[in-house]
């Protein structure tokens, strides 16, 4: 049974309207992440959280909130949906930061137009 | 700024051929380098990982060569499979800054 699942797995929104991509994690994990994943860009780093109630910028935040309501929930939310945030959105969970293992998702696959 | 390199960025190669992908990284505090493995349509999973002391790390067919002073380091699957075509992302964190690093990623293709 997948231990990260995304929801949804696909959305089209249009540009300026708010959207929100949902993240659940049966791991018993402390540290969660949002991905963005781009052709030719890899995987960025959006947001990630360490402990419920709590989260931080990664290396792309500008655009984007999270929020961490509980340890196994993390939403990734775009207030104002713009065309550049086509992408695809990876969710991630890992017991510690630094060497642990990162478990994805399977991806929300977002189209804005 | 573009931390963690790979190359190629496609690669294909016969079956029962070694795939050598590679991997350059800047900032000499990474000490952590993972290699994961993405399939179509799916999120990526950790393959392998080396931790800077060491040169070398084997799991079955995928192997690590991994050389400090040049900061490079190497992916190399031997007798490639079909199975084995996905995309191979190389990672790095290490000193004060734990968050993972990805390279581009090197989309391989094995020939039957």
């Not at chain 1, 708010?18 to 995987?43: A, E, I, P």
């Not at chain 2, 573009?2 to 190669?13: E, I, K, M, Y």
């Amino acid at each position: 049974e997948a231990a990260v699942t995304q929801s949804p797995r696909s959305k089209v929104a249009v540009t300026g309207g708010k959207v929100t991509l949902s993240c659940h994690q049966t791991n018993n994990h402390d540290y969660m992440y949002w991905y963005r994943q781009d052709t030719g860009h890899g995987l960025r780093l959006i947001h990630y959280s360490y402990v419920a109630d709590s989260t931080e910028k990664g290396d792309i935040p500008d655009g984007y909130k999270a929020s961490r309501p509980s340890q196994e929930n993390f939403s990734l939310i775009l207030e104002l949906a713009s065309l550049s945030q086509t992408a695809v959105y990876f969710c991630a969970s890992s017991d510690w930061g630094g060497y642990a293992e990162q478990f994805f998702g399977p991806g929300t696959r977002l189209t804005v137009l | 700024q573009q931390q963690v390199r790979q190359s190629p960025q496609s690669l294909t190669v016969w079956e029962g051929e070694t795939a050598i992908l590679n991997c350059s990284y800047e900032n000499s505090a990474f000490d952590y380098f993972p290699w994961y493995q993405q399939f179509p349509g799916e999120g990526p999973a950790l393959l392998i990982s080396i931790l800077s002391v060491s040169n070398k790390k084997e799991d079955g067919r995928f192997t690590i060569f991994f050389n400090k002073r040049e900061k490079k380091l190497s992916l190399h699957i031997a007798d490639s499979q079909p199975g084995d075509s996905a995309t191979y992302f190389c990672a790095a964190s290490g000193g004060s800054n734990y968050k993972l690093t990805f390279g581009k990623g090197t989309l391989l293709t094995v020939t039957p």
